[in-house]
Structures are given as structure tokens and as C-alpha cells.
């Protein structure tokens, strides 16, 4: 979930020992196949059940998952390729990077979706049902793959234009630096970046306090949607961690330059992969009605296991 480049943990000074780098490659593979798992219990969880198909709140939660869940697999893939491969395929990379860019903007806007969602429902129940429609809200989860496309696909085009077609066939160490290293493109990321944090930011703050103000005068629903925009806030900070994370890196590095891999990689952990945890705790554990169906889907898939171990033994 954040919003700059994926860090390039092996390609300056030297690479790890075989030995370190099986380590901090098992450690990634065992966090990405747990918080997946995690995710992946949530989203059969909710195509299971049809109370939340039919609820918005739910459908922007769960669109955030899968998106999440995206996001964290080509980021693993892209830490495992660093290792394995070094570099890959100019064509395969672009295809990578693309995928990654728009899982990253398709987050803050995700978040400040179910920021006004919860807002509406607070601050205005009775025209909650009229505005925030499962239709509208499909709509509305097309439009931000749609505000992606427009923001990043003129980097592709612009690659394309500018770059000879033998560059496709050749091979690159995969990032987003690497890959869209024109300044141009820098600095419209950069502002386009700008723009997005600031208008996320925006809409938190404001749903925030309106729904703290409600939240006096109400009962705990309200000062429930309150503590989860607050926990939106958390994932935006944490996107924004790759704005800062690059310069303290860069202190650190300059003071303990022989600690240049393992301090990526800690980099790596906390910006790639930590943050994805968020969204289980948000609704997977905080929502009693989802958590409740999740128990209930856990507790019959141990009975299903111990059933089926009963019958093989008899």
C-alpha cells in the first residue's frame, strides 16, 4: 500500500551470502503466505455469505484485500526475482510494474471511499441506503481502476515512444525507478502523488471530525466509524512511510555503510509487507458481524478436518 518504488534491495554494494539470502527470502515467503492466507480466508468469507455482497461497506473492504492482496504478491515477486534472477525482461518488467502502480494509487482512493461510506452512514443514516447502492458502489470501484489507467498508462505510452523496441527484448533490474526513469516522468509522479495524499488526507480529516462531533451526541456506532477512519489514517501513513523511508535509509546507510542490504531489506518489510496486516484487523477482527462469520467459517473447517480424520481412521 504505498505510493514510491519498490526498494532495490540487492543492487548497489554487493550482494548477500547464500545463506542471508535464503533467510530474508524464507522470512518474506512465510509473511506473504500468512497475511494471505489471512486475506484470502476474509474474501471466502465474503463471497460466501450474501448479507455482505449486499452491503457497501463490505464490498469497498473486500475490494481493498484483493487489492491488497495483488499488491503484496508482486511485491514478493519482485524481492524473489531480485535474487534469483537479478534482472528480467524489459516487456515482463513493464507488465509487473504497471500491475504494482495501480494496486498502489488504487489504495488511499479505497480508503477514502470507505471514509465517506462510514460518514454518510453516520452523519446522514436515513439517505444511507439511497446513496451508497451496491450499483453506485461497483461504479465506483471501476472508476478508480479507471483514474489508475488514466494516471500511469501515459508512462507506459510515453515509454513506448521514447524507447526503442530492441529495449523490450533486453534485460533490466525490475523497479519503477528503473523502468520510468525519464525526469518527466519524476516529477509528475511526484505531483500527481501530491495530489492524490493531499485529497485523501482531505477527506479522512473531514469525515473524521464530522463523525467525532456526531459521536458525542449519539451512541458507539458512531465513536466506532470514528476509530476506523482513524485506522485508515494509520494505512495512509504507512503508505506514505516510502516517502520517508528512502532518506532515513540514506542517513543510515551513510553511517553504517556495511549494513546497506539488511537495512533495504528491514526497509522492505516494514513499507511492502507490515501494512498489509491493517485491513484483516480492521474488519476481520474489529467488525463483530464479519468476525462472527469468520469463527463460524474457521469452526467448520476444523469440524470438516476432524470429521474426515474420524472417517479415515474407522
Known sequence: MNFSTYSNITQIK???????????NVIVVALY??????NGTLVHTFFKHEIFNENPRYILFIHMVINDMIQLTIAVLLNLISYIFYTI????CCILVITALFTTLNTPINLASMAVERYIAICNPLRHTQICT????????????VLGAITNLPDLFFLLATEPLSFFHSTIYCSQDTMFQHPYLVEK????????????????VYTYFRIMFTAKATGADARKARDTILLHGLQLLLCMFTYIVPLVESMLISLFPMLLNDLRFTGYIFVQILPRFISPIVYGLRDQMFCAYLKKHLLCNKLNERNKRTTQSS
Open 14 to 24: 554487493g550482494r548477500d551470502s547464500h545463506m542471508i539470502a535464503v533467510t530474508k
Open 33 to 38: 503466505f500468512s497475511i494471505n492466507y489471512i
Open 89 to 92: 525482461n524489459v516487456s515482463v
Open 134 to 145: 451496491v450499483r453506485r458502489t461497483y461504479i465506483l470501484i471501476g472508476l478508480i481502476w
Open 189 to 204: 509522479r511526484k505531483f500527481l502523488y501530491l495530489v492524490y495524499l493531499s485529497f485523501v488526507w482531505f477527506t479522512l
